[in-house]
């Protein structure tokens, strides 16, 4: 994946932040329990966007009805569609804590189709996979997405992957450097 060792834009130093950017800066750290990094760093220019962004990012990392693995597993298909280095060094080892084979992702990762063990996994991967390249799903697929999860969660993996391609297309432009 494309990257470099430095970030396209400077993180924001708090004295050369307006009172807003202040403001929501500190809201982030007080959030996260930590230094902002990444998108969240580089939406402090616009503070607005930044509060609009915190809310979906929390509700995607923590509120769908998909299990955990699923989610990241989208997440990464975005990741790995927009050439995002720091996206994929961020949630990479959160879809294998959650359960997504390992072997899975090097392929994902190596840009090559990836073998997943659960259909479950495969079938998000699929979903995903038409979303970024067609821009939506046919019949078949968008039936077997229905039938494998139901409603709800087919409208949450759609939002997981529109969101993974936000933050996507922040870091594969901005480049900030991968996170530890």
């Known amino acids: 994946m494309k990257g470099s060792l430095l970030s396209r834009i400077p993180y924001l130093a708090e004295t050369v932040m307006d009172a807003h ?86 392929e994902l990762r190596e840009d090559r189709f990836p073998t997943f063990a659960e259909e479950s996994a495969a079938l998000v991967y699929a979903l995903a996979r038409a979303l970024l390249t067609t821009g939506g799903l046919d019949d078949a697929t968008y039936a077997r997405g229905l039938a494998a999860f139901g409603l709800p969660a087919l409208v949450e993996l759609v939002a997981e992957v529109g969101y993974g391609t936000l933050v996507s297309l922040a870091n594969a432009t901005f480049e900030p450097d991968p996170p530890n």
């Open 21 to 106: 950017q202040r403001r929501r800066a500190q809201e982030l750290v007080a959030l996260r329990g930590g230094p902002v990094s990444g998108p969240g760093a580089f939406w402090l220019y616009n503070p607005f966007l930044s509060e609009c962004a915190e809310p979906m990012r929390l509700h995607m990392e923590q509120g769908t009805s998909l299990p955990k693995a699923l989610s990241e597993l989208a997440m990464l298909a975005a990741a790995r569609h927009w050439s995002a280095r720091y996206a994929w060094c961020r949630h990479e080892h959160q879809a294998v804590k959650a359960g997504i084979d390992a072997g899975a992702l090097a």
